[in-house]
T-cell receptor, first 114, second 113 residues
Framework: GENVEQHPSTLSVQEGDSAVIKCTYS??????FPWYKQELGKRPQLIID?????GEKKDQRIAVTLNKTAKHFSLHITETQPEDSAVYFC?????????????FGTGTRLLVSP | GAGVSQSPRYKVAKRGQDVALRCDPI?????LFWYQQALGQGPEFLTY????????KSGLPSDRFFAERPEGSVSTLKIQRTQQEDSAVYLC???????????FGPGTRLTVT
């Protein structure tokens, strides 16, 4: 089955810096890669996703890149703000082949200091 | 519009008790998922419904776990004879259909004492 590894487990940056979180996956059948942000005690919130027919997707300060050959994908946050502080989870799963049985990484705790 | 809602938000059960956790998906969402999230970990898939049909229950940890969605809307996750290792946050997610984005509820934090 699918296995998703996520690094780093914690990341501390200064406000205004960029943050990069990396994930690798094992199953070449996976073709959908969402990223969720989870604040303490809150629900996971979908912030961006990418499907395997594209290599990069951007939404304002957030971007995701995908390298299908190497089976890794990354989340990039530019101009970080204190409200970006949260735990971020990557996930991988099949799309268009049944349903999204998502497998999640173990999370990255991002701390943005003012 | 209203998001996914779950109740109760917190549940404390004594070991051996049965519990029932409810999920109200976004109106019109056909697909519904249950996940278990242990402390400090990512969500882990438990089971999936397409309308009222439970199409995958491969993630349910034991036969003490049972889920249903009889009318294709509200879903209930039932855990019988709870054990300490069942303590976790149980998350529900729904999507418009099987190949669309999943939106999560706030979860039910279950503590088994």
């Amino acid at each position: 089955g699918e296995n998703v590894e996520q690094h780093p487990s914690t990341l501390s940056v200064q406000e205004g810096d960029s943050a990069v979180i990396k994930c690798t996956y094992s199953d070449s059948a996976s073709n959908y890669f969402p990223w969720y942000k989870q604040e303490l005690g809150k629900r996971p919130q979908l912030i961006i996703d990418i499907r395997s027919n594209v290599g990069e997707k951007k939404d304002q300060r957030i971007a995701v890149t995908l390298n299908k050959t190497a089976k890794h994908f990354s989340l990039h946050i530019t101009e970080t703000q204190p409200e970006d502080s949260a735990v971020y989870f990557c996930a991988a799963g099949p799309m268009n082949t049944g349903f999204q049985k998502l497998v999640f990484g173990t999370g990255t705790r991002l701390l943005v200091s003012p | 519009g209203a998001g996914v809602s779950q109740s109760p938000r917190y549940k404390v059960a004594k070991r051996g008790q049965d519990v029932a956790l409810r999920c109200d998906p976004i109106s019109g969402h056909v697909s519904l998922f249950w996940y278990q999230q242990a402390l400090g970990q990512g969500p882990e898939f438990l089971t999936y419904f397409q309308n009222e049909a439970q199409l995958d229950k491969s993630g349910l940890p034991s036969d003490r776990f049972f889920a249903e969605r009889p009318e294709g809307s509200v879903s209930t996750l039932k855990i019988q004879r709870t054990q300490q290792e069942d303590s976790a946050v149980y998350l529900c997610a729904s999507s418009r259909d099987r190949n669309y984005e999943q939106y999560f509820g706030p979860g039910t934090r279950l503590t088994v004492t």
